[in-house]
């Protein structure tokens, strides 16, 4: 079963560390079909210890997979602003789209949560302005940067992050953007183990970003999903 898996997910890691994969999407998110009984299988499957889950202007997957799951969840937003994505991660509220970053980032840290910029550098993936990244930085509203994003499709781009988070000194995360349950733990860090959002980033300056910086295509696969209203 190991064959099937990618090589950075076929070896355990050291005791006291953890897989963590920062950029999980579920049915949740509009985009994606992956339902919770195809997370748990991938979960199972890849041996990941948490997931961060980060559907398009939702949190109730998250909510409810952090019952359900055979793993942890962190309960997390993608987050369209004016000038791009970003991420908040431990939240307990959704915040709604089309504000100022500066406007999102303060509402992610107001709740208690953190502040992720995900594939910050790639222009087809809705990218944060770079004026706005600056921005953020230098106001010390940004905890993490994405310096794996499994989707980008160039690793210039994801080393540019990675140069982005070193010089401003910024923790590195990584995530498989998933869309699809065979995509899960593509990219993932293995870090110390946490509790809560501050030990969380403490964690994360200790961590290590690993994965393929390119998920291959995956078939899409036309099907009925369960209803996600209310």
Known sequence: ????????????????????????????????????????????????????????????????????????????????????????????????????????????????????????FDPMRRNLAAATLADLTERGLVDAVEVINAKTSLDSLNARARRWARDHGLASGAGSDSHVPEALAAAVVEMPDFDG?????????DGVAVGRHHDPPRQWRPRIVPSTGS
């Open 1 to 120: 079963m190991n064959d099937f898996l990618p090589a950075h997910l076929r070896e355990p890691v050291d005791p006291g560390r953890i897989r963590v994969d920062m950029h999980v999407h579920t049915m949740w998110s509009g985009d994606s079909t992956t339902t919770p009984d195809e997370i748990a299988e991938a979960v199972v499957r890849t041996g990941v210890d948490v997931i961060c889950v980060t559907d398009h202007h939702a949190i109730e997957g998250a909510l409810s997979l952090a019952r359900s799951l055979p793993c942890r969840v962190v309960v997390g937003e993608e987050i369209a602003t004016h000038t791009g994505e970003l991420i908040g991660l431990f939240l307990s509220e959704r915040i709604p789209q089309g504000l100022t970053a500066v406007d999102t980032a303060r509402r992610i840290r107001a709740q208690g949560g953190l502040v992720y910029v995900p594939h910050p």
């Open 197 to 205: 959002p501050a030990s969380f980033l403490a964690s994360l300056a």
